[in-house]
Nanobody, 123 residues
Framework: QVQLEESGGGLVQAGGSLRLSCAAS????????MGWFRQATGKEREFVTG????????YYADSVKGRFTISRDNGNNTVHLQMSSLKPEDTAVYYC????????????????WGQGTQVTVSS
């Protein structure tokens, strides 16, 4: 198993940027595909982005394509989400997730979750 802990959430104005980080425990981090989900109040959880085990493959939801960038550092067991040109509709709790399979582009493949970090974008 893998334990995940997010950090970096906060309040930002529309048009601004924010960087989320996720620290993973364990020595097998490189065996997991990693991703970020978000859930706004009253809405279903949305799969935002995923990255392959090596970092060579990435997936983005249309809603964030061109504005968000996912990256990972297997040496430091971390995954990051750089968010730019933020909009009020990006306001949500953001969750880091890990998938023991290789299908990083499939939201239903993720089976380990962090506790989440709040991102609030003011207009």
């Amino acid at each position: 198993q893998v334990q995940l802990e997010e950090s970096g959430g906060g309040l930002v104005q529309a048009g601004g940027s924010l960087r989320l980080s996720c620290a993973a425990s364990g020595r097998t981090f490189g065996l997991y595909a990693m991703g970020w989900f978000r859930q706004a109040t009253g809405k279903e959880r949305e799969f935002v982005t995923g990255i392959s085990r090596s970092g060579g493959g990435t997936y983005y939801a249309d809603s964030v394509k061109g504005r968000f960038t996912i990256s990972r550092d297997n040496g430091n067991n971390t995954v990051h989400l750089q968010m730019s040109s933020l909009k009020p509709e990006d306001t949500a709790v953001y969750y880091c997730a890990a998938a023991s399979g290789s299908y990083y582009w499939r939201g239903n493949e993720y089976d380990f979750w962090g506790q989440g970090t709040q991102v609030t974008v003011s207009s």
